[in-house]
């Protein structure tokens, strides 16, 4: 098999993973080729739009484990291939140098045994990293079930370590995933949690969840979010739409992945990490899932609507926060701007405060942005629904096709 | 009649006639390059003013580091006014000195900071999407025509990016290139350096079809989405970028 056949099988059968960036990491370049930039760099995007920064390949799609969702899975009959260490710090090399990458996204299918796969991916890097003197971007997948010391080795290469934690509830993973247990992953996530430092995993680490191959609502999905996030101090979650490659009875037989639950989650994820919301604020028994016609953070104003409008020019900065439309950004422009000078409507507007949600939501100086009058829970949400449709259909997103 | 200042072309000069123009209180109505074309009802007036070299050291002592960054993004953008825009900052700038970034209800102030977000945006666009291919001898090229006037800024990353390679840059539109020799790096325009290359090679198409092999199939049937793509990835770049151009 030729190299260019078996990137294109390896390639494929890692695409499924949605993690990409190449953020968190200030590795400088001594001697050998590369470096790593704190802010991440996007070097392509592909034709689903989502960015391409790293080489994100598989090992081998060989595996013995026999995942309901996962295209690798050993009872599907697939081409298989495996690389050897040697072709992918070629590739890699290749790659970096003319810039098409920013480093190596390597992850696998567990060859034999999970200790055997590690040392692999292990081995890989370390060539890599020692002999071809390489400082760019490493993102290594922790195989669960593999033993501490091969994560303590691995981790002390890479600049990010994960491990996928796949679905949020024990037992649907026990009914998808028979051979993964999530004691395995929390294992791994854990270690590196307690022995992260700028030499050991510097970007830190991050998990993927797959979304819509089962049962679960948005509640138990965010709940196990905000508890990865409290115990093990994750960079990121992923989410990752279930695109529906096997036909098995296990499996819900949908056409198109859930792109707008996905875009819901991302939003909420936004607000726990960095608008101080808990999940309790936005979902609950009740509303176990989330608004599809409008998002979580405009949701949650409407359902708190006695709370708003809030006056910009005195309100708290995580009032602010609270208001749609109102990112950390236009936040933090308005508190500095407020000291300097009154702020109108057409001030916000200048400082690039994006106002089609906001302004349902604010007074300047005692002014609404039409007549008082207008100010109704009922009215505002018609015009959310509305805007957000114009949106969506601006960008042809695909799950309105169906409707 | 409009009155026109002309400066050298370069940063320092025109800051030296944005602070000359200031301190002598002259009426002014634009400032252009020396190369410019002035058209019937202009006159044209040139200084011969000794250059101040700590001008700019001045500048990020009264204004601040970022200031001092912001307002050399604005002089590498293609904005057709920018030399005025930076006179009346710099006028405001010297009443507001560190705090001048705040004063956003000030147009200048505005219009500094979207100018130099723009420059600074399309020079981390091209960190990533700049392409560079190999020659005979390891040398490394690549070829951009950016909106703005970026190279240096590439130049910067990439010295320290490929620290150990040889690498040229050309910016197709200006016409200028950056050659890098392992310690450092000097941009010259292509009528002071010739440029003879040889393009074609084996080795350098073959690694080509593997990255569009990979580029072609990590992208997933099932959520494709040229539009977000465009967005992220706008086509006045695709002519040099090796994995999209065929799709041109």
Redo the contacts between chains.
């Keep these: 098999m030729d190299l260019q056949e078996k990137l294109k099988i390896l390639a494929d059968s890692a695409k499924y993973d949605a993690s990409c960036s190449s953020s968190g990491s200030n590795r400088k370049s001594k001697h050998g080729v590369g470096n790593t930039a704190l802010s991440g760099i996007c070097h392509s995007f592909a034709s689903d739009g989502r960015c391409i920064s790293l080489l994100k390949i598989l090992f081998t799609n060989c595996c013995i484990f026999d995942c309901k969702y996962c295209l690798n899975r050993r009872s599907n009959s697939i081409k298989r291939a495996i690389f050897t260490p040697e072709e992918v710090c070629s590739i890699t090399l290749n790659f970096y140098r003319r810039n098409y990458i920013e480093g190596l996204f390597l992850s696998s299918g567990i060859l034999k045994s999970p200790d055997y796969t590690m040392e692999l991916i292990i081995k890989t890097v370390s060539l890599l990293r020692h002999k071809y003197h390489f400082h760019g971007y490493i993102h290594a997948k922790a195989i669960p079930g593999s033993s501490q010391k091969l994560v303590k080795e691995l981790g002390l290469l890479v600049d990010r370590l994960s491990a996928n934690i796949e679905l949020p509830t024990e037992n649907e993973l026990k009914r998808l995933a028979p051979n993964k247990t999530s004691q395995n992953v929390s294992s791994i996530m854990n270690y590196v949690n307690q022995n992260q430092s700028k030499k050991y995993v510097p970007a830190g680490q991050s998990t993927q969840m797959i979304i819509g191959a089962t049962k679960e609502s948005d509640l138990d999905i965010m709940n196990k979010s905000a508890s990865l996030y409290r115990s093990f101090h994750l960079k990121r979650v992923f989410y990752s739409a279930y695109v529906p490659i096997n036909k098995d009875s296990y499996l819900p037989s949908i056409i198109c992945p859930p792109l707008t639950r996905e875009n819901r989650l991302y939003q909420a994820d936004w607000l726990l990490r960095f608008y101080h919301f808990q999940v309790k604020d936005l979902l609950d028994f009740k509303h176990p899932n989330f608004n599809t016609m409008i998002d979580p953070k405009a949701d949650w104003a409407l359902r708190h609507f006695d709370e708003f409008p809030k006056e910009i020019s005195t309100c708290s900065y995580y009032d602010l926060l609270k208001i749609p439309g109102i990112g950390v950004k236009s936040a933090k422009r308005i508190l500095t701007a407020r000291k300097h000078f009154t702020i109108h409507f057409e001030d916000l507007k200048r400082m690039g405060v994006v106002l089609k949600r906001a302004k349902y939501f604010i007074l300047c100086n005692g002014k609404y942005f039409i007549n008082h009058k207008w100010f109704q829970k009922e009215w505002i949400e018609k015009n959310l629904v509305l805007e957000e449709k114009i949106e969506k259909e601006e960008n042809n997103m695909e799950q309105l096709r169906l409707f | 009649m409009n009155h026109v200042y002309v400066y050298d072309g370069d940063y320092l000069s025109l800051l030296n006639t944005i602070f000359y123009l200031l301190k002598t209180n002259q009426k002014v109505e634009n400032i252009k390059p020396e190369n410019y074309s002035p058209t019937l009802f202009e006159n044209i007036i040139h200084f011969n003013i000794p250059k101040q070299d700590h001008l700019l050291d001045q500048i990020i002592q009264s204004f601040g580091i970022s200031v001092a960054r912001a307002m050399y993004y604005v002089f590498l953008s293609e904005e057709e006014k920018k030399e005025l825009l930076l006179y009346y900052f710099v006028y405001y700038a010297l009443k507001y000195r560190k705090?001048i970034m705040?004063?956003?209800?000030l147009k200048c102030v505005?219009e500094v900071l979207r100018i130099s977000n723009y420059v600074l945006h399309e020079s981390?666009k091209l960190?990533?999407?700049?392409?560079?291919?190999?020659l005979q001898n390891h040398l490394?090229y690549?070829e951009m025509s950016p909106t703005n006037d970026i190279l240096f800024l590439l130049s910067c990353h990439?010295s320290?990016?490929?620290?150990?390679?040889f690498w040229i840059i050309k910016d197709v539109k200006r016409k200028i290139i950056s050659i890098y020799d392992k310690k450092k790096f000097v941009i010259l325009s292509e009528r002071e350096f010739k440029l003879s290359l040889e393009k074609e090679n084996d080795q350098e198409k073959m690694?080509e079809?593997?990255?569009k092999?990979?580029?072609?199939?990590?992208?997933?049937?099932?959520?494709?989405?040229?539009?977000?793509?465009m967005?992220?990835?706008p086509k006045k770049y695709w002519k040099y970028?090796?994995?999209?151009r065929d799709e041109l």
């Excluded at chain 2, 092999?213 to 049937?221: A, E, K, P, S």
């Design positions: 705090k705040y004063q956003r209800n505005r981390h960190k990533g999407f700049l392409r560079f291919q190999e490394l690549a990439f320290k990016r490929l620290k150990n390679e690694i079809d593997l990255w092999t990979f580029y072609n199939t990590i992208g997933i049937q099932e959520r494709k989405n040229d539009r977000c793509r967005n992220f990835m970028i090796t994995e999209v």
